[in-house]
């Protein structure tokens, strides 16, 4: 009789022990999945897509709202005429005039920089600047140390102000013309030669060199108000051999 009574204790707690074993077994779940990052466009190639969503080179989604309009390669800097009618794009090698950009077709005009000198392609800088009466349009040409003056009437370069010229006995070569901003009075254009660590002053009615002020290394940028003007460098410090 006793036997038997432990025997059948062993097999109820053996039961009771599976019993409070299994739940831990049939609900253990698995490790979670970790997380794949990847681009919004997923494996999907770049494409360019000017009526709906142009996949970027790096994955990215973009989808322009409103009117778009195609430029050339590598644009630079954008300016505005007074007036508001006319847009001038700066892009690498080109600028493009926009005649009436608000319009649904509006007029492109490409301006290309004339050649230098020595029968090589002109050079192009990434500033711009309309005059007061919107009528011409200053075109820093970066390498070649010029500045262009174009007709925005005849949409063409008409004239060209160099800058590699003496100014108060001294010369300067190798300029490298960079931003460009107009004094509020209209009569003076201002330029950064890059290369000189200069800002340079012109006289726009005679299209002429009138001041050179150095300003440190390598001005990058320009900002005019009143009778100030704000230079914005790349670089701290000037160096002297």
Known sequence: MQLFFCRNAFRAARGLLTLALWPLTATHAAPPTPPYLHAPAGNRFARFDPAGTTILPDGRFLTPVGKSLALARWPNSLVISPDGETAFVASEGVGQLILHWQDDAPQVVLISPPPNSDGKKGTSGG???????????????????????????????????????AVNGRPFQDSFAMDLKIARDGRTLYCADLTNFRVVAIDITKAKVVGSVGVGRYPYSLAVDGNRVYVANIGMYEYHA
């Open 127 to 165: 500033a711009a600047v309309f005059s007061a009466d919107g009528k011409s349009l200053y075109w820093s040409s970066g390498d070649s140390g010029e500045i262009y003056v174009i007709d925005t009437a005849k949409g063409a370069v008409t004239e060209r102000i160099p800058l590699n010229v």
